[in-house]
């Protein structure tokens, strides 16, 4: 049975909770929105990051390089398409 | 076919290989289509006009709820995969299940969600911000309901024909669209909700 959770899954899943718990406080606690919209860019991206690379096993096979270059050229192109909107559409008439 | 021992089913053969990275590729792409879901509604957020704002409808407990279960599914499939490499069938089989019927919970539960946004006033069409925020959600929701069918189906294989090179890769693909999955709803989560409500 032991042999069925390994130790790295298992801690990966207890981290993703407490991640997710510290994303919570910004809605229990009261905290400016600049504050808050920081803890939460750092937990999302974490969160991110550990299921890539504890649970999605990304590095693991020969293709690696492939595999992260494809996965960070996809990254770039949200955040350009993400921030690029907000200034295009929101932040320039402010 | 050249079935390498010493690695991994999933990865041992050279279609397997493929296959994996050709997913991999696949989720690059399912990055930017969620990317430009994003940036249209963080464009749109404020414009509610005669309908509700985020923080009038959203309700926190479905949202744990919801996140939790997602969160579990994702764990539960990350076993399955290891028990899958310890070549114990019944071990996958079972972990499987157990992320499908998570998964089939979470479905339930935007279901009520969607349904609740639709009694309150915040229905597709009522404004800029209903509408994205229901396309939104609704592409993820989407993604996790096509998920159940095809877990369920290759469910079904490995129960079929066991362990082969065959169902094992098919396996460890499906993980990583259910992984990618959540990945997306953390940022749903945190991006929508939370700084929906904040």
């Known amino acids: ?94 | 076919m050249k079935v390498d021992q010493t690695k991994p089913l999933e990865y041992s053969t050279e279609q397997n290989n493929l296959n994996i990275l050709g997913f991999w590729m696949f989720l690059g792409a399912e990055i930017m289509l969620f990317a430009t879901l994003f940036a249209s509604y963080f464009t749109l957020e404020g414009w509610t006009g005669s309908g509700p704002s985020g923080s009038e409808i959203f309700e926190i407990t479905p949202v744990i709820f919801e996140t939790f279960i997602l969160l579990t599914s994702s764990f539960t499939i990350g076993l399955g995969v290891h028990a899958m490499r310890l070549m114990n069938k019944k071990a996958t089989i079972t972990f499987f299940s157990i992320t499908l019927l998570l998964g089939l919970a979470f479905v339930g539960f935007e279901v009520v969600e969607f349904f609740t946004y639709i009694e309150e006033g915040a229905a597709l069409q009522t404004s800029a911000f209903t509408s994205i925020l229901l396309s939104t959600l609704g592409t993820h929701g989407a993604h996790v309901t096509f998920g159940l069918f095809w877990g369920l189906f290759i469910l079904i294989q490995i129960k079929k024909r066991g362990l082969t090179p065959e169902t094992a890769n098919k396996s460890f693909i499906f993980s990583l669209y259910w992984h990618f999955l959540d990945v997306v709803w953390i940022f749903i989560f945190s991006f929508v909700y939370l700084k929906g409500m904040m």
Request: hydrophobic share 60%.
């Open chain 1, 1 to 94: 049975m032991k042999e069925l959770f390994p130790r790295k899954q298992v801690m990966g899943f207890v981290f993703s909770l407490v991640l997710t718990i510290v994303a919570l406080l910004v809605y229990f606690l009261d905290m400016s929105f600049a504050v808050g919209m920081t803890v939460l860019l750092l937990t999302a991206f974490t969160q991110a990051g550990l299921q890539l690379i504890v649970f999605m096993h990304a590095g693991e096979s020969e293709d690696k390089g492939t595999i992260y270059l494809n996965i960070y050229y996809g990254v770039i192109i949200a955040l350009l398409t993400v921030f690029g909107t907000l200034l295009a559409m929101i932040w320039g008439y402010v």
